[in-house]
């Protein structure tokens, strides 16, 4: 009789493995769709909100601020000074909720990302 046990422990550990990457997708659409949640709430017509300024969450906010002081920053900058400024980011990941808000205002044309750092879009003529 053949031994299966290291054939069922290495699929265990992939089960595990896939478990973990669809945990991570789960939470970024979850926050994408509260973004867009309180997109609509704040616009008030069910359309989303495309202003830098009215609608944003505290983190948003933050986000932008931190965009028009250094110009251009990787989620790592961000997620640093975020720490630095106390927000709390409850159980979630500060690094994908950063990068997923920065998502999120690339989809509303506010933010690019070029060079593997975020920045404000600049104007096209």
């Not at 926050?31 to 969450?57: M, Y």
């Amino acid at each position: 009789m053949t031994d299966i046990g290291p054939v069922l422990r290495e699929r265990l550990k992939t089960i595990a493995s896939e478990r973990a990457r669809l945990d991570q997708m789960e939470a970024g659409i979850k926050a994408l769709l509260q973004l867009e949640n309180q997109g609509i709430a704040a616009s008030g017509n069910g359309g989303s909100n495309h202003s830098v300024g009215g609608g944003n969450t505290h983190l948003a906010n933050f986000v932008l601020d931190t965009l028009k002081q250094k110009r251009s920053v990787t989620v790592n900058d961000l997620k640093s000074a975020a720490e630095k400024a106390g927000i709390d980011f409850g159980e979630k990941s500060p690094g994908r909720v950063i990068h997923w808000t920065l998502v999120a205002k690339q989809r509303s044309g506010i933010v690019e990302k070029v060079n593997g750092k975020w920045r404000f879009k600049e104007a096209t003529q």
